[in-house]
């Protein structure tokens, strides 16, 4: 099956402000993910987004977090006021209606 | 809590051999299993899964193993390729309805020529 795509590749912010990453999954899946992974360490969940609603969120998803689908295409994770430990890889998943979940390239955040 | 771990987390074998890498996992309620390959720079790439009903699974050089009785799970890959060289997670869906995946800490498989 075709993957998701996500942009940018790598972002480079100053800290506080806000950054806007994006994920193009295909029109037929139905669950979305967003995990990170911080240099060096195993990949966390984040937040799954079903039917243009969170279904479930880890304690990391704060109120800093956002995700949307605005468009009904583009599925975004908004960090609003960026710290430097959110400084990591951030990868999009998605399914398909069965277990597996298939990830994206990645973004690598870098706050500064 | 849920957590997911690994046994070593460094493994080198010779080109054609065989490697197993194993996984432990605490959650007795998890009913799905999957394995992920990471190269660097590069997304988890998925390898092969099993459901909790299920006690091995065969892919392409590949089989997992699942052990419920003492919560294991291993990846066997078949006559390793330099192209096999990666770090590998296993990952676990554990709470029923729960979509999330709970990632270990991962292994780094080199294989040597």
């Known amino acids: 099956e075709p993957e998701v795509t996500q942009t940018p590749s790598h972002q480079v912010t100053q800290m506080g402000q806000e950054v806007i990453l994006r994920c193009v999954p295909i029109?037929?899946?139905?669950?979305f993910y967003w995990y990170r992974q911080i240099l060096g360490q195993k990949v966390e969940f984040l937040v799954s987004?079903?039917?243009?609603?969170?279904?479930?969120k880890s304690e990391i998803f704060d109120d800093q977090f956002s995700v949307e689908r605005p468009d009904g295409s583009n599925f975004t994770l908004k960090i609003r006021s960026t710290k430097l430990e959110d400084s990591a890889m951030y990868f999009c998943?998605?399914?398909?209606?069965?277990?597996?979940?298939?990830f994206g390239p990645g973004t690598r955040l870098t706050v500064l | 809590g849920e957590s997911v771990g690994l046994h070593l987390p460094t493994l080198s074998v010779q080109e054609g051999d065989n490697s197993i890498i194993n996984c432990a996992y605490s959650?007795?309620?998890?009913?799905?299993f999957i394995w992920y390959k990471q190269e660097s720079g590069k997304g988890p790439q998925f390898i092969i899964d099993?459901?909790?009903?299920?006690d091995k699974r065969q892919g392409q050089r590949v089989t997992v193993l699942l052990n419920k009785t003492v919560k294991h799970l291993s990846l066997q890959i078949a006559a390793t390729q330099p192209g096999d060289s990666a770090v590998y997670f296993c990952?676990?869906?554990?709470?029923?309805?729960?979509?999330?995946?709970?990632f270990g800490q991962g292994t780094r498989l080199t294989i040597n020529p």
């Open positions: 998943a998605r399914t398909s209606g069965f277990n597996e979940q298939f």
């Open positions: 029109s037929n899946h139905l669950y």
């Open positions: 987004f079903y039917n243009n609603e969170i279904s479930e």
């Open positions: 959650n007795s309620a998890s009913d799905y």
């Open positions: 099993i459901r909790s009903n299920m």
């Open positions: 990952a676990e869906k554990g709470i029923q309805g729960a979509q999330k995946l709970v």
